[in-house]
């Protein structure tokens, strides 16, 4: 059990939509990362937030966009769906932001299916 | 590109074997490497990790071998399981950076 949590674990939605992803941070870990995993393929990073900033960002255009809240809970935005934005979407929590090395605890991911 | 591969995209095995996943990483500058577990349809679950001032580190019935020399990763599983059939992804990080994944290696146990 990591005990990070995300919701909702499967959603639909047609192309143009925007939607939003939820994540529940493991307690005492105050960083949030979001991966975007295609199918057959590894996680892609996306970006990260910590203490409520963007803290770091992969090569994904600006309508993909992030919150994190004062308790450490974050969201992903997706404007504008495009089909291949069909993928599994995953959080992963830590401390210390990007400087840290250390463990991510994912959790078991939003499955977004766009037609 | 991406700078964390996997030398084979499946591996095959007997229930009761060693099961060796190999991984090529091309950032020398990395000095954090993960092992991960994902079954179908969940997260990446956590398995070993290692530092670069390590050439190895074990767990339970897991080894994981870093040969910076060569920038190599390798996951060793010991009597391997039917429960260890998943897909198994190294990814590696350095300070200030976020954590990169290869495309992972599909690890099929038979019994």
């Known amino acids: 059990e990591t005990g990070v949590t995300q919701s909702p674990t499967h959603l639909i939605k047609t192309r143009g939509q925007q939607v939003t992803l939820r994540c529940s941070s493991q307690?005492?870990?105050?960083?949030v990362s979001w991966y975007q995993q295609a199918l057959g393929q590894g996680p892609q990073f996306i970006f990260q937030?910590?203490?409520?900033?963007?803290?770091g960002r992969g090569n994904f255009p600006p309508r993909f966009s992030g919150l994190q809240f004062p308790n450490y809970s974050s969201e992903l935005n997706v404007n504008a769906l495009e089909l291949d934005d069909s993928a599994l979407y995953l959080c992963?929590?830590?401390?210390?932001?990007?400087?840290?090395?250390?463990?991510?605890?994912f959790g078991e991911g939003s499955r977004l299916t766009v037609l | 590109g991406e700078s964390v591969g996997l030398h084979l995209p499946t591996l095959s095995v007997q229930e009761g074997d060693n099961s060796i996943i190999n991984c090529a990483y091309s950032?020398?500058?990395?000095?954090?490497f993960i092992w991960y577990k994902q079954e179908s349809g969940k997260g990446p679950q956590f398995i070993i990790d290692?530092?670069?001032?390590?050439d190895k580190r074990q767990g339970q019935r897991v080894t994981v071998l870093l040969n910076k020399t060569v920038k190599h990763l390798s996951l060793q599983i010991a009597a391997t399981q039917p429960g260890d059939s998943a897909v198994y992804f190294c990814?590696?990080?350095?300070?200030?950076?976020?954590?990169?994944f290869g495309k992972g290696t599909t690890l099929s146990v038979s019994s």
């Open positions: 992963a929590s830590s401390s210390g932001g990007s400087a840290n090395t250390g463990e991510l605890f």
């Open positions: 290692i530092r670069s001032n390590m």
């Open positions: 307690s005492g870990h105050n960083t």
């Open positions: 937030y910590y203490r409520e900033e963007e803290n």
């Open positions: 990814a590696e990080k350095m300070a200030g950076t976020a954590l990169i």
């Open positions: 950032n020398s500058a990395s000095d954090y």
